[in-house]
């Protein structure tokens, strides 16, 4: 079984200025890493995935994160953000054999300050 | 386009009034699944089903039936819906290991109000 830590809630972050979404996990066997982005009102949509090779994933719109397998981590960080980045974000891990189901964890609404 | 689609979008209902929520796939995905999600509690499975006719409980079953007659339709029941399951419902499909990953794709979401 896999569970997932997202430490913090709500991360209100200036526009333009960085900002880093932690993740944490954990799982006694090898695993998939995702980050889903909830826009306000709307469904879940796939911003990034960590499936094997590179540690380091990127998305369409600047967001990258890290695959940190002795730390159990999968920050999520962006270095410029923008007001339409304002969402929740949700980190999942599944594990790699079968088709085994999604753990979320339970998400950090990003809030961007003009 | 491909997409996952659940209706009603909206529903309003009364404690104990069996009601069913929609979820067709059109990628002809093997795994679809249900969650609920509540404020600071994130998603939360309720059941999937890994093919036609074969269908498992989740994490948090109960209170909730499924069904898998067909590859593309998932429906979710509440026989017997009650307050507590006011929540927002996802359901989601994935091609498993056969699409090279456990990706899931989401519906828009169903918001659930039971008085």
């Known amino acids: 079984a896999q569970s997932v830590t997202q430490l913090d809630s709500q991360v209100p972050v200036f526009e333009e200025a960085p900002v880093e979404l932690r993740c944490n996990y954990s799982?006694?066997?090898?695993?998939?890493l995702f980050w889903y982005v909830q826009y306000p009102n709307q469904g879940l949509q796939l911003l990034l995935k960590y499936l094997s090779g590179s540690t380091l994933v990127e998305s369409i719109n600047g967001f990258e994160a890290e695959f940190n397998k002795s730390q159990t981590s999968f920050h999520l960080r962006k270095p410029s953000v923008h007001i339409s980045d304002t969402a929740e974000y949700f980190c999942?891990?599944?594990?790699?054999?079968?088709?085994?189901?999604?753990?979320f964890g339970t998400g950090t609404r990003l809030t961007i300050i003009p | 386009e491909a997409q996952v689609t659940q209706n009603p979008r909206y529903l309003i209902t009364v404690t104990g009034k069996k009601l069913t929520v929609t979820c067709s796939q059109n990628?002809?995905?093997?795994?679809m699944s249900w969650y609920r999600q509540d404020p600071g509690l994130g998603l939360r499975q309720i059941y999937y089903?890994?093919?036609?006719?074969?269908?498992d409980k989740g994490d948090v079953p109960e209170g909730y039936k499924v069904s898998r007659k067909e590859k593309r339709n998932f429906p979710l029941i509440l026989e017997s819906p009650s307050p507590n399951q006011t929540s927002l419902y996802f359901c989601?499909?994935?091609?498993?290991?056969?699409?090279?990953?456990?990706?899931?794709?989401f519906g828009p979401g169903t918001r659930l109000t039971v008085l």
């Open positions: 990628m002809n995905h093997e795994y």
């Open positions: 799982s006694s066997v090898s695993v998939y």
């Open positions: 999942a891990v599944s594990g790699t054999f079968g088709n085994e189901k999604l753990t």
């Open positions: 989601a499909s994935s091609p498993g290991l056969a699409g090279g990953s456990n990706e899931q794709f």
């Open positions: 089903s890994m093919n036609v006719e074969v269908t």
